[in-house]
Structures are given as structure tokens and as C-alpha cells.
């Protein structure tokens, strides 16, 4: 499976990075710093804001499923805090959906329930 991962960079997105990466499945991960993270043949990285609608379509395209780890920085407001619409980026869940005719898979349970084809 091809997953956008949203969140990569956090304790909680790493640890999903890693068993997805070990599972099999590719994945595409918008980053702020793509610094922060290491190569990988299965790992695409997007250098953007998920503030930015124009990053998040560039992060979403091609996948088949979207997890979404963001989380709360100390020193920052957190995301999650404005609720799931902000005014620069409509929720995941409203963007148009060019990059793939199907929908998107959520995925709610442990990544060892999805098959990586």
C-alpha cells in the first residue's frame, strides 16, 4: 500500500514510519525538514507546511491511504487546537481529490491489519 503520512517527524510518526517502512508498504511523508528523517528506497519525502493545500496535494498524490499523526509542539499552538478547518487548509477530508480516482483508505487500527499490495 502507498500511504501519505502526515506527522513523520514526531515521536508517534516515526514509530508508524518504521513499522510501515518494515511492513512493506511505500510511503510519502510531508516534512517541514526533510533533514530530520533518514533515506529510505520506500520513502518519498514532500518539503512543505501542511498549512499549505498545495503541499498536501503534492503529499497525497498517487497514495491509497492517508494517516495523519500531527501532534502538539511545547512551544507552539497546537494544529489540532483550530479544530480540522483552517483557512489556508480545508480538513483532509474535503480537498478535492485529483492525484487518484479512488478514495482514500483510512486507516484506524494497526498497520499489520493492511496488506502492503
Known sequence: MHIALFGATGGTGRQVLAQALEQGHRITALVRDPSKLTPHPDLTLVTGDVLDPAAVARCLAGTDAVV??????????????????????????????PWNSSPHRPLTGPLSHFSAT
Open 68 to 97: 495523519c499523526v500531527l501532534g502538539s509542539h511545547g512551544s507552539k499552538t497546537p494544529i489540532e487546537a483550530r479544530g480540522t478547518y483552517h483557512p489556508r487548509f480545508p480538513s483532509l477530508t474535503t480537498l478535492e481529490r
